[in-house]
């Protein structure tokens, strides 16, 4: 009997997003619903009562929320192609570093929409300087090596695709914060993402997103 594998997620979503990147890299075929997040769907209340958020990966009715947790499930699920490592320390440095990731993205973010809808000069560049301080420590761990993990796509990588997003919003802006000259690995890093077969497949396509930012830039502005 066939798996069934369903993913409830958002197509602008990197959280969501990173689940396609890991199901791609393992092969697994998988049924895709795109969510509403204003009017949510009865089966993700369903399956995801606690939270109520996307992603939610469903598979052979049973659900599995939060990102990281849905990541490590596919990665124990589906043995092949493996995005964690084998060594049990270096599977633990990787936990620490994605979550490490997921926490700075939710402090950087913060700072970026500072500096997306500040009309002074001083809270925009206060905005910018916030979001880059939370990046250098991940551009420090980055340094001299081709990704976090090693040379190929891996947990920690597809957790910090979230960068990405990072690099849309502020060509949405006008501002440079995450800069090639500042950020020299970061960048790097964000190439090896725009080069990689599995991530070009699974990232939204460059324009809708910057569509998609600078309409959330009108309604944020809209607001003040």
Known sequence: ????????????????????????????????????????SPALLNYNPVHKKIPVLVHNGKPIAESLVIMEYIDETWKHNPILPIDPFEKAMARFWAKFIDDKFWAIWPAVKKAMTSSGEKEREEGIEEAQLHLNTLETQ??????????????????????????????????EILTQEKFPALHKLTQKFVDDDVFKQCVPPWEPMVAYFKAQLGVLAASK
């Open 1 to 40: 009997m066939a798996e069934e594998v369903k993913l409830f997620g958002k197509w602008i979503s990197p959280f969501s997003r990173r689940i396609e990147v890991a199901l791609k890299l393992k092969g697994v075929e998988y049924e895709y619903i795109e969510e509403d997040l204003f009017n949510k």
């Open 142 to 175: 980055l340094k001299e090596k081709k990704f976090f993990g090693g040379e190929r796509l891996g947990f920690v990588e597809i957790s910090a695709s979230l960068i990405i997003w990072i690099v849309v919003s502020q060509e949405v802006m006008g501002v």
